[in-house]
Structures are given as C-alpha cells and as structure tokens.
C-alpha cells in the first residue's frame, strides 16, 4: 500500500538511519563510504514519500549517491572503501579538480562535498525539530536549517525553488509519525540519540576536508 511514508519496501525508519550512521565511524575515526552512502539512501527514501515537489531535490542526491557508488563499486574499489582513502586517492592521483572544472567534473571529492554540506543542513534541522514545540511550523525550521549551510553553496534559482518547496512539507506531527518511532517524546529521545552520531560523521568529513583545502571545490 502507497502511504505518505511510501510503499511498505521504501517505509522509512529513523531508527534505520541511525543505525547506518552508528556503522559510519571505523575504530580509528575513518568514514565508511558504504554506510554513508546507505544513511543517505534511508534519506531518500523519506524525502521520496514527501511528494513530486521534492523530486528535484531527490534527484539531484541519487545522481550523487550513483556517483560515489560507480567508485565504489568501480576497478579501483579498494580506494573507496572510506572517505579517507578516496581523499588520498583522489588526491595522489590528480583526480580531483581543485579550483575549477576540468577533467574531473565528478570526482568523488567533489561529490562527496555536496552530500557532506547537506549533512549539516540535516544536523541543523534535526536538531530543530527535536527542540520544537507542537505549534512550530517545519517549513520554518527547514528554511532555517538550509539558509544557514546549503544555501550558502546554492544559486538564487535553486534557493527559490527550495524555498518554494518546503513551504508544503507536511507538519510536525505527520513528520514525527513518518519516522516510525513511536510517540513524540520517543522521537525527540531517539533524534537526540542521532544527533551526536550525524555530528561526528560531519566534523570528522569536515576536518579532513579542511585539512585538504578542499571545502570549496568547484
Ligand atoms: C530524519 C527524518 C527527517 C529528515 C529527513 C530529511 C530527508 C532529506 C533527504 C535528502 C536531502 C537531500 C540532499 C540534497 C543534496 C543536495 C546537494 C547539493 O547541494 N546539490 C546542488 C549542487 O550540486 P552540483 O550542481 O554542484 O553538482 C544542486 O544544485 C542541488 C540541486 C537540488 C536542490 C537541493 C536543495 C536542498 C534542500 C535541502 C533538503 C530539503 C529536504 C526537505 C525534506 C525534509
């Protein structure tokens, strides 16, 4: 049956989510790639069921997800098996463009970066949504969260039509029902349990990132 939560193959689960995110982290603080790339797929699957608006936007991450996964999956696999090999890879091998398009148009450096900055939107309006009341209105706290991180790396168009298309996300009740977790004192406990994991992942990809000069590649 289609509900707004999708098909029972597609449902969405936080919980589901979360845990992709606990596998993200080996034990000496390098990202797995392949959990990454499967929180971002659990992602999907809800922005999925928010309705054609958002397709879009969903798009443009699958094509991502698609990118990453081609290395992943590609001759050259054993170098992405973590953010931190792809880098160093990626790097050794002048296979990122670093100041402006070139040979290299979709490095996963470069591609990773895209889904690493909506990872702090996310952690943003995550973190919203856990510290709301019953009367907040999600269109807000999305705009919120996404003028203070992805917006800053986005054209006025794509501004606009995100803009355009958080103004008919559903409310905060259906939204904390779409993450089938259970009441809403459950949900709040279980996004504060997310929160710290999302905020490693992103400070941990952040870092190497800086350290690499690479936050602003093109
Ligand atoms: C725990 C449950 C509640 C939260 C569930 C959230 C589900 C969100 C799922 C996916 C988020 C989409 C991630 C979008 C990645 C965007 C990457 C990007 O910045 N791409 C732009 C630049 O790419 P290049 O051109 O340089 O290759 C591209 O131009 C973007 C195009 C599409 C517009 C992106 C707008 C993003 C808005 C933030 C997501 C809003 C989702 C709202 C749903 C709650």
Redo the contacts with the bound molecule.
């Keep these: 049956m289609q509900t707004m939560a999708g098909s029972e193959d597609q449902k969405f689960s ?1 919980q589901e ?1 979360l845990d992709t995110f606990k596998l993200c982290l080996s034990e000496n603080k390098e990202v797995y790639l392949e959990q990454y790339v499967a929180g971002w797929r659990g ?2 699957k ?2 999925n069921s ?1 309705g054609s608006v ?1 397709g ?2 969903s798009k ?2 699958v094509g ?1 997800i698609q990118i990453l996964v081609s290395y992943m999956k590609g001759e050259n696999a054993s170098h992405y098996a973590t953010v931190q090999s792809m880098v160093k890879y990626e790097l050794d091998n002048n296979l990122v463009d670093v100041n402006k398009k070139g040979s290299h148009p979709e490095s996963g450096c470069r591609t990773l970066l ?2 690493h ?2 990872l702090r ?2 952690e943003l ?2 973190d919203r949504l856990r510290t709301s009341t019953e009367d907040s209105k999600t269109s807000a706290l ?1 705009a919120e969260a ?1 003028n203070e991180s ?1 917006a800053q ?2 054209p006025w168009m ?1 501004r606009k039509a ?1 803009g355009m298309a ?1 103004l008919v ?1 559903p409310g905060r009740q259906t ?1 904390f029902e779409v ?1 089938n977790v259970g009441p809403p004192e459950q949900v709040v406990a279980k996004l504060g349990e997310a929160l710290p994991l999302i905020s490693e992942v992103y400070q941990i990809t952040e870092d190497l990132y800086a350290q690499h000069n690479l936050l602003d590649l093109p």
């Design positions: 936080l989510v992602l999907v809800f922005l928010l958002f879009f936007i443009d991450a991502k895209r889904l900055r909506a939107w996310l309006f995550l999305c996404y992805l790396h986005h794509i995100a958080f996300l939204f993450m």
